[in-house]
């Protein structure tokens, strides 16, 4: 059994309830509101679900055609206020360049099935192709993986995976990552309870600009006594420097 130091647990569990709400980047790609439909409680999608197969038939492409260009083709059709029609045939265009292995759209087709824009919500489909892009090291996908896992939607919630994945982003310097580790290491979730290694994730991602993170530091370090919390700005400095952010 985990026994959090000081008054950890009650103020983590303040905080914990921001976790979702803080985590969510609005990225320069098609990334808005990521996740947001599963973050609620609803069930999970089904272990196969009808829509993993609601991506219409690959579409012709022209000869010489490469994946950059089937994915700038799928941008171009996936923006705000988008037909029906134009978010499927952008599914289709981002599916065929992300079976060639096209990152980017790996992660913005995951994004559609998290969304269910385009195609049916399917959190299983979203799950498989961000770990798809995660493990080829895009740091978009390794959050929302890790987010995924913290929750349980579309994989078995498994701290110890949501823990890999945000570290993964986190050192690749994704600041919501940052601060949901550091969420993990106040509530003791998949690691052991540390209020010295929350602080320094709290403090990396306000050093990134994530001002919710800055807050979350501060409140950290005041219920802190004061040999921890010159263990953990010890321990922010040497992360800071492992991640070459000084």
């Known amino acids: 059994m985990v026994i959090p130091g000081i008054r950890a647990l009650a103020l983590w569990r303040c905080l914990a309830p921001l976790l979702v709400a803080l985590a969510f980047p609005v990225a320069a790609d098609i990334e808005v509101g990521i996740l947001r439909d599963l973050a609620k409680e609803a069930p999970a999608a089904p272990a196969r679900s009808a829509s993993a197969a609601a ?115 986190a050192r690749q310097g994704d600041a919501n990552a940052m601060n ?17 290694e929350a602080y320094a994730w709290f403090a990396l991602a306000a050093s990134k600009g994530n001002a919710d993170a800055a807050g979350n530091r501060d409140m950290a370090a005041s219920e802190m006594t004061p040999e921890n919390r010159r263990k953990a700005r010890e321990r922010y400095t040497q992360l800071e420097e492992q991640l070459g952010l000084n």
């Not at 949901?180 to 010295?196: C, K």
Request: proline share 2%; no cysteine; hydrophobic share 40%.
């Open 180 to 196: 949901n580790l550091a969420f993990m290491y106040g509530m003791g979730e998949g690691v052991e309870q540390s209020d010295v």
């Open 55 to 169: 991506v219409a038939t690959s579409p012709a492409a022209a000869a010489g055609e490469t994946p950059d260009d089937w994915y700038a083709r799928a941008t171009a059709l996936d923006r705000p206020g988008a037909s029906a029609d134009d978010l499927a045939s952008a599914a289709s265009w981002y599916r065929k360049a992300a079976d060639k292995g096209h990152t980017g759209a790996q992660v913005n087709l995951a994004a559609m099935y998290a969304e269910g824009r385009g195609v049916g919500l399917d959190a299983l489909e979203a799950a498989r192709w961000y770990r798809r892009a995660a493990e080829a090291g895009d740091v978009r996908a390794q959050y929302s993986l890790a987010l995924m896992y913290h929750l349980g939607q579309g994989v078995t919630k498994d701290y110890d995976d949501a823990i890999r994945w945000y570290e993964r982003a």
